[in-house]
């Protein structure tokens, strides 16, 4: 079983930053995967970026240049540095992890940009 607890969400103006926190209680090694989603109301839940535990990164093209996903193996937690944020950032973000069974989600923090 893995739990996930996220931080850093919250209120902030169009241009500005903002960033994330995803920690995981897991066995070091058991998670291959550790990323990030977001859900907007009205809309389906999208990937934002994810990171294997090998390092590679992966984002959605509405984001790129704009997010940065880091990740700590040993201490199983990933980042989301967030930059020059825009209306359509806002939206509950999830954070998730991959094992070789299956995935698991965060609770959700929310990001809302606005002026």
């Known amino acids: 079983q893995v739990q996930l607890v996220e931080s850093g969400g919250g209120l902030v103006q169009p241009g500005g930053s903002l960033r994330l926190s995803c920690a995981a209680s897991a066995r070091r090694g058991v998670i291959t995967a550790m990323g990030w989603y977001r859900q907007a109301p009205g809309n389906e839940r999208e990937l934002v970026a994810d990171c294997t535990s090998g390092g590679r990164t992966t984002y959605a093209d509405s984001v790129k240049g704009r997010f940065t996903i880091s990740r700590d193996n040993a201490r199983n937690t990933v980042y989301l540095q967030m930059n020059s944020l825009k209306f359509e950032d806002t939206a509950i973000y999830y954070c998730?992890?991959?094992?070789?069974?299956?995935?698991?989600w965060g609770q959700g923090t929310q990001v809302t940009v606005s002026s």
């Open positions: 998730n992890a991959k094992t070789v069974l299956k995935h698991y």
